[in-house]
């Protein structure tokens, strides 16, 4: 089946190591996004890719950083992770065009010792 | 940019009709309404999208009235299983998600 993967599940990282989470899909969609998602809160957008072209949200810290080097595949780099960003990082693509649903990986947890 | 609001919790009971409204007061003419399910420790799942009137599958429907200002998810014969948060998102924001509503179904 087409889809969404995320690896690892649960990554855990020491305080200011950097990390890099990986996402792949299947579906040959043009875009992808990164989510950071904290206990009880929404799925905050990070930054999306519209093919190679980097969308970066507004709010999101300079220690997020992102790489797509093919449709297929798509990073998420943590420079240097703080406590409170611990969190579940969720990948997501959909086709270009507004009204396009998204299709999530089940995300990868993340925490920080 | 047309926000969405929705109540921030239900509570239902098995079996129950459970119907979550969300209001989108600045809809755009061309504009869908997506409604998304996140179960705990998972990414939110796509389960219907619709632009007026009705639409039905196999999860879920929703009513959209002729403003379009606001769209309603109904949930058949809940079961303890639906529990989850349900997001209604419109473009330009449909890759934000609000707060959503936390749906619990009790038994």
């Known amino acids: 089946d087409a889809m969404v993967i995320q690896n690892p599940r649960y990554q855990v990282t020491q305080f200011g190591k950097p990390v890099t989470l990986s996402c792949s899909q299947t579906l040959n969609h043009n875009v992808m996004y990164w989510y950071q998602q904290k206990s009880s809160q929404a799925p905050k957008l990070l930054f999306h890719y519209y093919d190679k072209d980097f969308n970066n949200e507004a709010d999101t810290p300079d220690n997020f950083q992102s790489r797509r080097p093919n449709t297929s595949f798509c990073f998420l780099d943590i420079r240097s992770p703080g406590l409170g960003d611990a969190a579940m990082y969720l990948c997501a693509t959909s086709r270009p065009g507004s009204n396009q649903p998204q299709h999530f990986g089940d995300g990868t947890r993340l925490s920080i010792l | 940019l047309a926000k969405t609001t929705q109540p921030i919790s239900m509570d239902s009971y098995e079996g129950q009709e459970v119907n979550i409204t969300c209001s989108h007061n600045?809809?755009?003419?061309?504009?869908?309404i997506t409604w998304y399910q996140q179960f705990p420790s998972q990414g939110p799942r796509f389960i219907i999208q619709?632009?007026?009137t009705k639409v039905t599958n196999e999860v879920a429907s929703l009513f959209i009235p002729a403003d379009r200002k606001s769209s309603t998810l109904s949930l058949p014969r809940v079961s303890l299983s639906d529990t989850a948060v349900y997001y209604c998102l419109v473009p330009p924001e449909d890759m934000r998600f609000g707060a959503g509503t936390r749906l619990t179904v009790k038994p």
């Open positions: 619709g632009y007026k």
């Open positions: 600045n809809i755009a003419t061309n504009d869908y």
